[in-house]
Structure formats: C-alpha cells, structure tokens
C-alpha cells in the first residue's frame, strides 16, 4: 500500500491537546503524561493523539490507541486479560483496510515483518487510518533526515581520509580540492541540520516550560482570588453585626444606667448581672451570626423540599388518572372482543348465509310454480270459452 502524500504539519493540528484550554488542557495532559508512563515512552517520542479503539483478536479487546513520532501503542482497557501492543513505525510495512466480522465490518491491519496486528474503531475508522498514515510518513521522514545526518558524518570521515592522503602525497600532482569542497559542502549541512535540530528540541522544551510556569501562576491567581472571596464573604456578616451592635449597646447601657438610678439598690445586683450578659452578648455578634446563617439555610432547604413535595404529589396525580383512563380503555376493550368473539361464535350467525340462499331459491321455485298455475289456469279457460 502506497504511503499518503501529506503535510506532517497536519498531524500536530490534529491533536486534541492543541484546542484544549485552561483546566481541560491540563486534565488531558495529565492523562497523556499517565499514558506515557505506562507504555515507557521516552522523553523525545511525545504523543501525537489518542482514540478509543478495538484490538481485534480471537476476543476483541477494548482500550486506547496511541499515536506518538515513534510507535502505535495500544493500551487495554483491563491490562490484567489483555496485553499491551507496542509497534515500531520504522519496522511497520503496511496500513491497510481489512473485513474483520459483522461487528466490526471494516479493520485497519498493520503489518511488520515479525507479526500482523489489526485495531478498528466503530466511530471513526477513516480518521484512524489517516492519523496512522500522517503518522508513519511523519516518522519515514524523521528517519530520512536521521539517515541524511549519518551520512554527513561519513563523509566527514571520507574528508578526513582525504586530506591525510593529500598531505602525504605533497606534490603528486593530484588536486583533490573540487572533492574536498563537496564533502565539507556535506558537512556544514549535516551540521546545520544537526544545530537546527538541537535549538528546535531546546526551544520547543523552553516553551513548555514556560507554559507550565504560566499555568502554575495562573492556579497561583486563582486561589488567592478564592480565599480572599472566602474571607470577604466570612467577614461580611461579622461587620453587619458591628454595624448593628455599637447602637445598641449605647441604648442598652443608657436604658440600664437610668434604671439602675430609679430602682432601690437591692435590685442593682440583679441589673448589672443582666447588663454583663447583655452586653457579653452584643460584644461577641460573631457568634451569632453562624446561627441566623443556618436558619435561613433551613428555610431555604425546608422550602425547596416543600415544593419537590408538591412536584411530586402533582406527578403522582397525574400518573394515577393516566391509569385510570388506561384501566378503562383496556376494559372497554376487552368488552368489545368479547362480545364480537361470542357474535361470531353463534352457530346461526355461521348458518345465515347458506339459509339466506336457500330461502332465496325456494321463492323463486314458488314464484315460477305460480306463474305456471297462472298459464293453466288461463288455458284451461280459453278451452272453456272455445267449447
């Protein structure tokens, strides 16, 4: 099967990382970075995507299939029954549609030299087939520049060879120099590409760093955010209760002053307990404030629960006419059959239509037998008439 032409690029845009965002980028890459652990990716073979799939076998088994530069991995969904599937691209063959059975009408084979493993997915079978395509051609390429690089570096090594020889031959007369241009051509560009691969590595792992950083700093924000709504929320009802209590405490201490001026001084005792407590009372509001928070909780609980009751009462009531008009539909059915199956059941109603055919043949037999009475008669009397 022919390789598809295509941009690696696209592999990249595909995957479910780059459109994610905030928290949902962070759960998806922390599953990706499970995966990549459990299947012992290294540091370098990042995943491309991940799709739920089938690994068909003597018993389908079902899990996630793994994309990444380097291999197609396959992580069952019960690891203890099923064994994971970890393929090369580079010892891969072939990728192509295969007929598995009725529940999977269409599977994607790949094949290596050593073993042939097929996967479908029900959903998205095309789109499987062109990720692992993009994939493969992705890394066919990647082996190609890897192959272009090792041969800068023999030819590096056929350089050097040659300018040994060069300064042992002195003046043979023998000017290698178009040969050694060519081959130092080759090796700046291996360099080259080798530089370019390195600063691409480190400013593509800069970039996660920094990501990470952003993210942490983000999470950072948003926590101090909540804890500070949190303690603003907890303080509110405690600088009401200031607010509402430094009045009250000048007209309680002024009512209790004059009534401890009026009454006789054996009740001043009694008073100023009474006042201690009061005043106990609107120094610690705080502590109050818990309680009037509870009960409007309750109320609002006991009021939602009140209306669910309500709810559910209606529905009851709806269902039981709905009953009620099913129970009598089924009776005036049954009503009906019963009287058509005892109607047909009669053994005159079964006779009536022979009867009704031979009633009818009698008649005519009597209406024919009077008409030749009638032509007797007639005859008789014209006889009669002629003698």
């Known amino acids: 099967m022919r390789r598809s032409q295509q941009d690696p690029q696209t592999i990249e845009k595909a995957q479910p990382v780059a459109a994610a965002s905030g928290t949902r980028r962070r759960s998806i890459s922390q599953k990706l970075n499970k995966l990549a652990r459990r299947l012992r990716l290294s540091h370098r073979d990042s995943i491309v995507t991940t799709m739920p799939a089938f690994c068909v076998s003597d018993v389908p088994a079902r899990g996630t299939i793994v994309i990444t530069r380097r291999h197609i991995c396959f992580w069952p969904a019960l690891p203890s029954l099923t064994p994971e599937v970890k393929l ?75 300018e040994a020889s060069t300064d042992d031959s002195g003046d043979s007369g023998f000017d290698a120099s178009p040969v050694v241009q060519q081959l130092q051509l080759q090796q700046d560009v291996g360099d080259r590409i080798e530089d370019d691969g390195e600063e691409l590595d480190g400013n593509v792992e800069e970039e996660e760093e920094e990501e990470e950083q952003e993210e942490q700093q983000e999470e950072q924000q948003e926590e101090q955010q909540e804890d500070r709504q949190l303690e603003t929320n907890r303080n509110q009802p405690a600088m009401e209760w200031a607010t509402l209590a430094s009045p009250l405490r000048l007209r309680t201490a002024l009512q209790l002053s004059q009534v401890s001026q009026s009454q006789p001084a ?48 209606v529905t009851l009531s709806y269902r039981v006419i709905l009953l009620q008009r099913q129970v009598a539909a ?58």
């Not at 006991?302 to 309500?310: H, I, K, R, Y």
């Not at 059941?345 to 009536?352: A, H, I, T």
């Open 88 to 162: 090369k691209f580079s010892d891969v063959v072939s990728i192509c549609k295969e007929k598995v059975f009725s529940l999977f009408p269409t599977g994607i084979r790949i094949a290596t030299a050593q073993r042939a493993v097929t996967f479908s997915n029900i959903g998205s079978r095309d789109r499987l087939l062109q990720q692992l395509q993009s994939a493969w051609d992705a890394s066919a390429d990647a082996a190609n520049s890897a192959s272009a690089i090792v041969e800068s570096h023999a030819a590096l090594a056929v350089v050097s060879q040659v």
């Open 330 to 387: 089924l009776a005036a059915t049954q009503i009906a059959t019963a009287a058509e199956s005892s109607f047909v059941d009669d053994p005159l109603f079964l006779k009536r239509p022979a009867l009704e055919h031979q009633i009818g043949w009698t008649l005519r037999g009597v209406s024919k037998l009077s008409r030749q009475l009638d032509s007797l008669v007639q005859r008789v009397a014209s006889i009669e008439n002629g003698r």
């Open 266 to 313: 054996m009740e001043t005792g009694r008073l100023n307990s009474v006042c201690h407590r009061w005043l106990a009372k609107l120094a610690t509001p705080v502590r109050y404030a818990p309680r009037l928070t509870w009960v409007s909780a309750g109320a609002v609980v006991s009021l939602m629960l009140l209306l669910l009751c309500t709810i559910s009462a």
